[in-house]
């Protein structure tokens, strides 16, 4: 049910959102130098890597690291960077993960290739076994603000208690997270 949920679902957001995707396709590429897209190597399902687009808000040549690892972000920012990533329009792309089926709309972010320390403790906990997520519990909960052991903490209290009213209450409360622009640090 959560796989045709995901499929019939992320081709009507492709399809409402379309134009959006487009008007921000353009404002990506007429701001900075470089590709619409930046195809991140992130870890799916099983710990397989797999490759996950975002609208680029980064210039090119950017250590490939969390944003929060960085000693100044800001720095490394496309002229409307900062707005796609707290509007999070930058996660449009990811609709595309969805329907081809190396995401989900509901489950844990999936870890940069690079997050050794992530993926090691997801593994720990069983989280591994589950698609990522375009969002989840850890995201509704905090965030860019929560620690690694307290992310896992949620995502595996996600393992445990996943339904579809589970994932609809997330997906609400995303909406809202959005909305407000909570919880993001970058």
Known sequence: MKRAFDLVSSIA??????????????????????PILYWSDRVGRRNIIFKMPKFRTMQVGTPAVATHLLSDSSQYLT????????????????LWSILIGDMSFVGPRPALFNQGDLIALRTQY?????????TGWAQVNGRDELSIPIKVQYEAEYLQKQSFWFDMKILGLTFLKVVRRAGVSH
């Open 13 to 34: 957001a492709l399809a409402i959102f379309s134009f959006l995707i487009a008007m921000v396709a353009l404002l990506v590429k007429v701001t900075s130098k470089g």
């Open 79 to 94: 002229p409307v960077g900062s707005f796609l990533r707290k509007s999070s329009l930058d996660e449009l792309p990811q």
């Open 126 to 134: 069983g989280v591994d076994k589950l698609v990522p997520g375009l």
